[in-house]
């Protein structure tokens, strides 16, 4: 039982480690979309069948009927699918939006309280690219930005990466999504549906305080499981 006990208690401090890991002022990277908690999406597919072109900027609204503008540098978007009109390495079937090269793809939300908000990335070209997602505010100022390196393919396999922000505290007016290097053309690129979540994430402070509350409690645990030994000498 002691080795039993043990094993947990290394386990909850490798996990009070993780769930400590620092934001970057009150802002966390995530690169899960299973992570993100998400309450909402934005489905790319409501906006046409595939090869349709898009104006920029595009006025739409969420799943949950949150009001959103998505613009980007260029003058028009194109409607894809994974295997339908974008050979990457989005999921089967996913409806993507290709901004044709046209530089950031920024997504508004207007009094939504927007939390959370992340999506699966791809460069235009084959092999390895830099992706990039900023977090501003209501008058344009970033919050936070965070980049993640991904490596195009033909995979047709959903192995594309996953850009998401969680704000701890602070509501994002505006996700900003562009690429800082490719193989060519870093402005050429796609993303799938977006996620989003209404809902703040926990301080890390909170997340650290309640995995030592859980370390306390399996000390205690294998204290009262230990015996006294038989030749008098202390215990733990």
């Not at 949150?66 to 999921?91: C, E, K, L, Y």
């Not at 530089?103 to 690219?129: C, E």
């Not at 505006?174 to 053309?185: G, I, Y």
Request: hydrophobic share 40%; with cysteine.
């Amino acid at each position: 039982m002691t080795g039993r006990l043990g094993a947990r208690l290394a386990l909850c401090l490798v996990g009070a480690a993780t769930l400590a890991a620092p934001a970057r002022g009150g802002f966390i990277l995530v690169t899960d979309r299973s992570a993100l908690g998400a309450t909402d999406s934005l489905d790319w597919g409501k906006l046409g069948a595939p090869y349709t072109t898009v104006s920029s900027p595009i006025s739409t609204t969420t799943t949950g009927g949150a009001s959103t503008t998505v613009a980007m540098t260029g003058t028009a978007f194109q409607r894809r699918d994974q295997g339908n009109g974008w050979t990457g390495n989005f999921s089967p079937g996913d409806a993507v939006l290709w901004n044709q090269g046209g530089g950031p793809v920024t997504l508004t939300f207007k009094g939504a309280g927007v939390y959370a908000g992340g999506a699966q990335i791809q460069s235009d070209t084959y092999g390895a690219f830099t992706a990039q997602i900023e977090a501003l505010d209501s008058k344009g100022n970033v919050l936070a930005s965070f980049t993640r390196s991904g490596t195009g393919t033909n995979a047709n396999d959903g192995s594309a990466i996953f850009l998401g922000i969680r704000s701890t505290d602070t509501p994002i007016a505006e996700f900003r999504f562009s690429l800082t290097s490719a193989v060519t053309n870093p402005g050429d690129f796609a993303i799938n549906r977006f996620d989003l979540s209404t809902k703040q994430a926990p301080e890390p402070s909170s997340l650290l305080l309640a995995g030592m509350g859980a370390l306390g409690g399996l000390t205690l645990l294998r204290r009262r499981w230990r015996r006294p030994a038989s030749t008098g000498a202390e215990g733990a």
